[in-house]
């Protein structure tokens, strides 16, 4: 299955931030979307991203008053993308090697979308029923044999 497809199911929505935001700003989007990232961009242009793991961190790190400081401050900068073409089985591979959840797509350069650990689980559980209900039938035969 290639990214396209699940975008196309999923939606290719994807929330984002301005780098002077703050990240309380960052944390509100996500908890009204029930989301765990968003982009940070500027324009059309990526900068980074913001996750509910770079928010952990900081509050495990004892930073008083992290939620004031921009997003520009706390962003991962360093971001693995998708591409619509990608199969599943790489995503999850480079979700896995990366140890990241949400991967941003980008199409010609620009934000397409993103894709969730969750979402490529459930995508790859829905392609595995599929299978597993052909194999089924396959091995039982044609009904009456």
Known sequence: MKISQILESKGRVVRCIGPD?????????????????????????????VT????????????????????????????????????????IDAMSRHRCRHLPVLEGGRLAGMISMRDAIRELLQETATELKFLRAYLEGPSGA
Request: charged share 30%; net charge negative; aromatic share 4%.
């Open 52 to 91: 509910e793991r770079d928010c952990l961190h900081a509050t495990a790190a004892d930073e008083r008053g992290f939620a004031s400081r921009r997003a520009r401050e706390l962003m991962t900068t360093d971001i693995v993308y998708a591409e619509p073409t990608d199969d599943l089985a790489y995503v």
């Open 21 to 49: 935001e703050t990240v309380l700003a960052a944390i509100q989007l996500m908890s009204q979307h029930k989301i765990g990232a968003v982009m940070v961009t500027e324009g059309d242009r990526v900068l980074g991203i």
